[in-house]
């Protein structure tokens, strides 16, 4: 429809300026990070004086390069396009909690897991981690006074073709039908310093690369369940 030709259009244009931006920013972050290990090296034992700061340093600039390369991911995902390899989905999970074994440890969240496919499927790995480590982050988020996490996989057909549905599903604070509507929009978030509102935004774009869907439930006050389905790798 025509609506969605403008939204289309308008989000080229966004992601010819957003990576426009992201690379004239990639610089002076590189001279930055550069200068600040200059400066300590100048400061000898007298940068220990410091420490605080330049760890504060450190991270800010940290956080700025991830914040640029997930615009530049999110702008340009052709570039970022890693080789695909058949995968149990099972495995990539297991493989993806330890990234994320930090955050859970600080939390009173459980994690349940339910593993059934049978079928593999075709992804690139790192791309399927992104994805889970986001929607598992998010409702790390969504779960600030604890809660329960459950990952599962089954096997599942969609529009007659064989697949694989992987859920990542919250008992945290949920979403409102209106905020549930903008989660998969470029630049949506809630989390004001933290979030870039980017995370749902590329996930939807690797999955559906794949020939998969991302989809989202939520009730505000109950929790929040994101479902990937993935063709089955023939
Ligand atoms: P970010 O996490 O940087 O804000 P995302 O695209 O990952 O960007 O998420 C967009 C917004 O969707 C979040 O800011 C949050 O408001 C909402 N959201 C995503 N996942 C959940 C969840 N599991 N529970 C509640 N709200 C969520």
Same mark, same amino acid.
Not at 30 to 56: D, I, S
Not at 88 to 99: E, G, H, N, Q, Y
Not at 199 to 222: F, N, P, Y
């Given at each position: 429809?025509? *609506?969605?030709?403008?939204?289309?259009?308008?989000?080229?244009?966004?992601?010819?300026?957003?990576?426009?931006?992201?690379?004239?920013?990639?610089?002076?972050?590189?001279?930055?990070?550069?200068?600040?290990?200059? #400066?300590?090296? &100048?400061?000898?034992?007298?940068?220990?004086?410091?420490? @605080?700061?330049?760890?504060?340093?450190?991270?800010?600039?940290? *956080?700025?390069?991830?914040?640029?390369?997930?615009?530049?991911?999110?702008?340009?995902?052709?570039?970022?396009?890693?080789?695909?390899?058949?995968?149990?989905?099972?495995? #990539?999970?297991?493989? =993806?909690?330890?990234?994320?074994?930090?955050?859970?440890? !600080?939390?009173?969240? #459980?994690?349940?897991?339910?593993?059934?496919?049978?079928?593999?499927?075709?992804?690139?790995?790192?791309?399927?981690?992104? #994805?889970? &480590?986001?929607?598992?982050?998010?409702?790390?988020?969504?779960?600030?006074?604890?809660?329960?996490?459950?990952?599962?996989?089954?096997?599942?057909?969609?529009?007659?073709?064989?697949? &694989?549905?992987?859920?990542?599903?919250? =008992?945290?604070?949920?979403?409102?039908? !209106?905020?549930?509507? !903008? &989660?998969?929009?470029?630049?949506? @978030?809630?989390?004001?310093?933290?979030?870039?509102?980017?995370?749902?935004?590329?996930?939807?774009?690797?999955?559906?690369?794949?020939?998969? !869907?991302?989809?989202?439930?939520?009730?505000?006050?109950?929790?929040?369940?994101?479902?990937?389905?993935?063709?089955?790798?023939?």
């Amino acid at each position: 429809t025509t *609506r969605q030709l403008i939204v289309s259009e308008k989000l080229a244009a966004i992601g010819e300026i957003t990576a426009g931006v992201a690379h004239e920013i990639n610089n002076p972050i590189a001279v930055m990070q550069g200068n600040l290990e200059v #400066v300590r090296q &100048v400061m000898g034992e007298r940068a220990e004086e410091a420490r @605080t700061e330049f760890r504060l340093l450190d991270e800010q600039i940290h *956080r700025i390069s991830q914040i640029v390369t997930k615009l530049l991911q999110f702008a340009k995902p052709e570039e970022y396009a890693g080789f695909l390899e058949r995968h149990a989905p099972a495995d #990539v999970i297991s493989d =993806t909690l330890p990234l994320v074994q930090h955050l859970l440890n !600080k939390s009173e969240i #459980v994690v349940e897991r339910d593993d059934r496919a049978s079928r593999l499927v075709l992804m690139n790995r790192t791309e399927l981690q992104q #994805v889970l &480590v986001n929607l598992i982050v998010n409702a790390i988020h969504a779960m600030s006074d604890g809660g329960t996490l459950s990952l599962r996989s089954h096997d599942s057909d969609l529009d007659g073709k064989p697949g &694989v549905l992987i859920e990542v599903a919250d =008992t945290g604070v949920g979403m409102s039908a !209106k905020m549930l509507s !903008k &989660v998969f929009d470029p630049f949506f @978030t809630t989390k004001r310093q933290e979030g870039t509102g980017l995370g749902l935004s590329i996930s939807q774009t690797l999955i559906s690369r794949q020939g998969g !869907k991302i989809s989202a439930e939520s009730e505000e006050g109950v929790g929040t369940r994101f479902t990937i389905w993935l063709p089955e790798a023939s």
